[in-house]
């Protein structure tokens, strides 16, 4: 499975961003897909998850409410709305691939995408 992160950029505080990830092969149906995010000096998070079907959701605390991870079956993609993006958002977006809806160590990784938030 590969996986192609996009749609990150520069955006003002209180502003909007989709984030997109297209994964190669057949497999992305039976996925669990996953949204990461490494700040400068940080540790990588845990973003946002969803089940193969679309029914079942995460979200880390801090984006509750704000964020939302959909996916799109017949385009191979998975997609992270962000909305009233904050500076501390900031970070680089990667987006991740398992079968296990349970792991904590995710098999597959794209390259990350930059998300800038300006105050």
């Known amino acids: 499975v590969q996986l192609q992160a996009s749609g990150g950029g520069l955006v003002q505080a209180g502003g909007s961003l989709r984030l997109s990830c297209l994964a190669s092969?057949?497999?992305?149906?039976?996925?669990?897909m996953g949204w990461f995010r490494q700040a400068p000096g940080k540790e990588r998070e845990f973003v946002a998850r969803?089940?193969?079907?679309?029914?079942?959701?995460n979200y880390a605390d801090s984006v509750k409410g704000r964020f939302t991870i959909s996916r799109d079956i017949a385009k191979n993609t998975v997609y992270l709305q962000m909305n009233s993006l904050k500076p501390e958002d900031t970070a680089v977006y990667y987006c991740a691939a398992d079968r296990n809806w349970k792991t904590t160590h995710y098999d597959y990784w794209g390259q990350g995408t930059q998300v800038t938030v300006s105050s």
């Open positions: 092969g057949r497999a992305f149906r039976s996925l669990v």
């Open positions: 969803i089940g193969w079907a679309g029914i079942s959701q």
